[in-house]
């Protein structure tokens, strides 16, 4: 069966970082696109970042741009998100997600979630 | 930046009736959505691709529908399991944007 398992989450202090962690099973890890999706207090849905099979194209929503960063190891079948200078709005509790087969942005399984609170 | 907007934000409904929630894309998106149910304290499922692909295992009683800029989500023979959020999405591969969720629409059944 699928598995994705985040960890790395907690309460951490504006402006500080945070290094979140996927790890994979279940699945060909190298064969699929991988992103990061957050649910805010409140809020929708928000796709953060993603990354496709091979490491080689990453990208960012406009709200984490410049202070986010995807990454992956196939070899470990896990994929990170560095958060750097991180905001109170960025208080979310984030999912690892597999991209689909038929399209790297299709959302095809969720991890159960990792909280990160932003506060002082 | 395509925006992709979802009516209603709220819907009550019954036990055995139907609901149709409408997602509308800023430009012309082709069939590119899909369809996503997410209950408090669960991880999120897909439902839907291609605008009217029902995944496996999903029931009949789910569907998708429409092409272009208009898309609604019906589900039909309403249980109250199907007490959730529900977000259409407009994908791509990998335009950065286009990943876009629209801001959900929280359906109570009764």
């Known amino acids: 069966d699928v598995q994705l398992v985040e960890s790395g989450g907690g309460l951490v202090q504006p402006g500080r970082s945070l290094r979140l962690s996927c790890a994979a099973s279940?699945?060909?890890?190298?064969?699929?696109?991988m992103h990061w999706v957050r649910h805010s207090p409140g809020k929708g849905l928000e796709w953060v970042s993603g990354i496709t099979w091979n490491g080689n194209t990453v990208d960012y929503a406009d709200s984490v741009k410049g202070r986010f960063t995807i990454s992956r190891d196939n070899a470990k079948k896990s994929v990170d998100l560095q958060m750097n200078s991180l905001r109170p709005e960025d208080t979310a509790l984030y999912y690892c997600?597999?991209?689909?087969?038929?399209?790297?942005?299709?959302?095809?399984?969720w991890g159960q979630g990792i909280p990160v609170t932003v506060s002082s | 930046d395509i925006q992709m907007t979802q009516s209603p934000a709220t819907v009550s409904a019954t036990v055995g009736e139907s609901v149709t929630i409408t997602c509308r894309a800023s430009q012309d998106i082709r069939n590119w959505v899909a369809w996503y149910q997410h209950k408090p304290g669960r991880a999120p499922k897909l439902l839907i691709t291609k605008a009217s692909s029902l995944e496996s295992e999903v029931p009949s009683r789910f569907s998708g529908s429409g092409t272009g800029t208009l898309f609604t989500l019906t589900v039909a023979r309403l249980l109250p399991d199907d007490s959730a959020t529900y977000y259409c999405q407009n994908y791509h591969d990998f335009s950065g944007p286009m990943y876009v969720l629209g801001q959900g629409t929280r359906l109570e059944v009764e």
């Open positions: 279940g699945f060909v890890f190298d064969d699929f696109a």
């Open positions: 997600v597999k991209g689909s087969i038929v399209a790297t942005s299709i959302f095809d399984f």
